[in-house]
């Protein structure tokens, strides 16, 4: 394939009430080169004038290929008539070199005003304005599909859309309709369906229901056979928000510039949208013991969010001889439960070894009942195996069968592969989720088939915070990252953050 190439352009005018708006839109296929470039539709009207129009991503479409977009609007007036007819190049820029598509025979691409959409070269059956995101409260997917009118053996006699909700075990057809008036219909547009260029839009319904995924595939029938698009061997997919998982050891309020790295903190949960926010060394002023709500690490993050978050806090000891150091967890969903609870033998205020964890239990739309707990445990020697057993049969007992998954999350104090980790492993109910996603071949040597020489596989790797799921949960782990590191929102702590994203299995 080119590097850069033409899947569709669309040249639309709408005759809304007070003025004339004309729309440009180009869908175009990228070779992934580098994750660095700069993707540019260089466009001119009847006016001869170019302009520049930056394109963004908008999904991958199939093997190291990607989709961009680029969208322009105008609207008429006595000085800013419309483009009318528009010519256009396509152009990439990756590695200090720029490679463009001539319309795949050295000339520019020309789309007449009003026209609808005209399909890229060779293009024959398109799924135009594919969207991969569901909202949570949407039930049903509106598809369209762009074919090219053939002649004869060629002509299309049923368009449908094949798509399913559980990963092509069980699929349905829905089939599409062709309305001669659609442009009228959906943008109050003059354009012809087929227009002049032989292009005709079909359009369908899916009717999802509560499913989290679909994935989908465009067919059209014609006597010569069956033509398909599937987004280049990789099918279209539409699903609804990941489950974010964020755990992070704040430190004890041993950090220089505290405040702005609160906001920090905050700032990161508010871009990525996190579901679950587990902390640990949470701290407020000790105030002879009564606590400083005031002064709470948690409250002030949880106060400089800006969605609803719900905030469960509890501690557990003195630290650093000033402060009641604690656990929490905020949550994007209400709490239906919560709960604290000492997994240490100890439960003296004054001691260290004092260990207290929170949990909650939250209902999260499409997934299920989750129970989320927020743990700070004692090194080995200082007992870590008996308050990760206490850990653990608190768990078990909370996970009955309406739960879809178990969370435990937090500052473990066991470095990934010691004798404390291979504790965790041994047990064979929760699993390092972050391994999973970063290191799937050493996960799958440590969890699921083990191998003796596991152990040394973990030499240059100094985790003591984990993101561990119930091995039986209805959830997998999709992606993961590290946060708070020099390249990524900057330091914050002593430790570095760790997220993980979630989808239903």
Known sequence: MAVIELLYAQNSITRAPGALQQTLAFWVLVENLAYDKQVTVHWAGEDGRFHALPAWFVYNGGENREVWCARATRVSGEES?????VRFRLACAVDGRTHTDDAGDGREHTLQADAGIRLGHGVRILHTDHVPALANDQRALPVTVAVADGRGQAQPRRVFVRWTTDDWQTY??????RRANYWDGAL????????????????????????????????????????????FGRDYAAARARLGVLTLNLHCYQEEEQDAKLTRIAQAIN????DFVCLQEVAENWNNGHGDWDSNAARI?????????????????????RYREGVAILSRHPLL???????????????????????????????????????HLSWWEDGFAQQFAALRDWASQAHTRHVAATLLCGDFNVQAGSRGFREVVRARDFEDQFLKVQARPVFDQVFRQPTPQWPSYFEHDGRIDYIFLRRDSRLRAVAARLLFTPVDYGLVSDHPGYYAAFEPK
């Open 188 to 231: 109050q547009s003059a354009a012809r369906n087929p227009n002049q260029y032989g292009v005709a839009v079909w359009t369908a319904r899916l009717k999802l229901g509560d499913a989290y995924r679909v994935q989908y595939v465009v067919g059209c029938e014609t006597a010569a056979g069956l033509l398909w698009d599937n987004n």
């Open 337 to 375: 439960k919560k709960e604290a609870r000492y997994v240490s033998a100890s439960q003296d205020a004054h001691s260290i070894h004092a260990r207290k964890v929170v949990m909650i239990q939250v209902r999260v739309p499409y997934v299920g009942l989750i129970n989320v707990f927020s743990a």
């Open 301 to 321: 993050i949880h106060a400089r969010l800006q969605r609803n978050y719900h905030l469960f806090t509890d501690w557990s000891h003195r630290g650093f001889d």
């Open 172 to 177: 349905q057809d829905t089939p599409c309709r």
């Open 271 to 274: 871009d990525l949208d996190v």
């Open 81 to 85: 008539p419309l483009p009318g007819n």
